[in-house]
């Protein structure tokens, strides 16, 4: 019920669903190969959009925050997700890695430098990326902050959120037998990848289940019926997993923040659901005080996900902010 009515409001704040004029397979190192889309505009402003998880893939729905009689809209799976082959492989799948592949493809199709779109995971990699290639991005369209910090880590993953979902925790939890609760992340990485795949299914059923069940202010069945999808969920969990194992491959804890001044340059928006039990605001908050420069837009009424009312209201208009300097000057 809630559903329903959240994507009737939801299809008023976005732009139709349209069709890639055109799509292919980049070949990115001697095992992986990335599926990539272009949509709208072929002449327009190009923008990339990043999707989450890692893990996550993208989806049709990815196009429609974006005006595309002036966007070039550019959507890519990351390594091992949608897809994207092998499917849910780990090896050579870091930050860095994914970051390459975005240049990788930048020069494949020709495009001098880009809008970034990116959110929860997203938002990850897209402060990676243009920390990395500040001289490439126009703007920055950030959602629901993710820093990869321990304590984010902690309270997704160990216990933290569980005071508000115990609910959607408890089977979570109980997957891992007690002796094996003082770190979830570890005691789920030995059942994602075990020999026995049904081992894997059943914690990738649970591990994806525990997020999508927790990613809506309001319960959203379409997004909790994702985790009984066995190959998304695969793909979701082993990934995720494998990059908070290893803490996101970054050299300390707070090298995102600590690395803002590469950026303070770019014109930036940050849209954070005030209740976004996933990414926490305390994320946004931080990376804000540090960046006062970009703007900050607080949904009242959201959780985590870009398919809330607010936040994707939030996200066109602030698309169609960047399009009218583009087109206008500041």
């Not at 629901?144 to 993953?157: A, M, S």
């Not at 891992?176 to 990485?189: K, Q």
């Not at 803490?247 to 690395?259: E, I, V």
Request: glycine fraction near 8%.
């Amino acid at each position: 019920m809630e559903s329903g009515k959240e994507n009737l409001e939801l299809n008023r704040n976005l732009y139709p669903i349209i069709e890639p004029y055109s799509s292919g397979f980049l070949k990115v190192s001697d095992l992986h190969s990335v599926y990539w889309e272009q949509s709208g505009n072929p002449n327009g402003h190009p923008v990339v959009f990043l999707h989450g998880g890692p893990g996550g893939g993208t989806s049709p729905s990815n196009r429609t925050f974006f005006d595309p009689d002036f966007y070039r809209i550019i959507l890519f799976d990351q390594r091992g997700a949608g897809k994207s082959t092998p499917h849910a492989c780990l090896e050579e799948n870091t930050t860095w890695d994914l970051i390459d592949d975005i240049e990788k493809l930048r020069e494949h199709l020709d495009i001098p430098e880009w809008q970034v779109f990116g959110g929860s995971w997203g938002s990850t990699l897209a402060l990676a990326y243009s920390q990395s290639h500040p001289d490439k991005v126009t703007g920055l369209v950030l959602r629901g902050i993710f820093l990869l910090r321990k304590k984010e880590i902690d309270w997704f993953y160990e216990g933290g959120a569980a005071a508000i979902y115990p609910d959607a925790w408890e089977p979570f939890r109980d997957l891992i037998p007690e002796n094996e609760r003082g770190c979830f992340v570890d005691a789920y990485s030995k059942r994602l990848n075990s020999d026995d795949l049904e081992t894997q299914y059943a914690a990738a059923r649970a591990w994806t289940k525990w997020e999508m069940m927790t990613a809506h202010l309001l319960p959203n069945e379409e997004n909790i019926k994702r985790g009984d999808d066995d190959k998304f969920s695969l793909a979701f969990a082993r990934i995720e997993n494998h990059y908070f194992l290893n803490k996101g491959f970054f050299p300390s804890d707070s090298y995102l923040l600590d690395n803002v001044d590469k950026i303070r340059h770019i014109k930036t928006t940050i849209v954070q659901g005030r209740y976004d039990v996933c990414c926490p605001m305390m994320s946004a908050w931080d990376l804000h005080k540090v960046w006062p420069e970009a703007d900050l837009k607080v949904v009242a009424d959201a959780g985590h996900s870009a398919n809330e009312p607010g936040i994707a209201a939030e996200l066109v208009a602030v698309n169609e902010k960047l399009k009218n300097i583009i087109k206008n000057g500041p």
